[in-house]
């Protein structure tokens, strides 16, 4: 049984940094991608970032390249993601996602491609 638990969420003010974490439990190869997607208020679920099992590729939305940056440890079979320069229209609940994935290399930025989902923790920006 895998489970995703988010933390690191709250209300920050617009330019400020936020740091998310995504701790798994369960089977480590079911969790080998990771993802982290946002779902804002009457809007659908969108992709924020990627990232591969040993970390060496990275894929970003547009609207938060440059700003956020995502990241894992492992070892710890956490995943993170550290914003910076937040707006309000950052403003969301965010998910981590993971699946398994046999190569380790690939991105997966489609919501239906991930298997399992954390419950979510809430960014709010102030304007």
């Known amino acids: 049984q895998v489970q995703l638990v988010e933390s690191g969420g709250g209300l920050v003010q617009a330019g400020g940094s936020l740091r998310l974490s995504c701790a798994a439990s369960g089977r480590t190869f079911s969790t080998r991608a990771r993802g982290w997607f946002r779902q804002a208020p009457g809007k659908e679920r969108e992709f924020v970032a990627a990232i591969t099992w040993n970390g060496g590729s990275t894929y970003y939305a547009d609207s938060v390249k440059g700003r956020f940056t995502i990241s894992r440890d492992n070892a710890k079979n956490t995943v993170y993601l550290q914003m910076n320069n937040l707006k309000p229209e950052d403003t969301a609940v965010y998910y981590c996602?993971?699946?398994?994935?046999?190569?380790?290399?690939?991105?997966?930025?489609?919501?239906?491609?991930?298997?399992?989902w954390g419950q979510g923790t809430q960014v709010t920006v102030s304007s």
């Open positions: 996602a993971a699946r398994p994935d046999y190569s380790g290399n690939y991105l997966y930025t489609q919501v239906y491609e991930y298997d399992y």
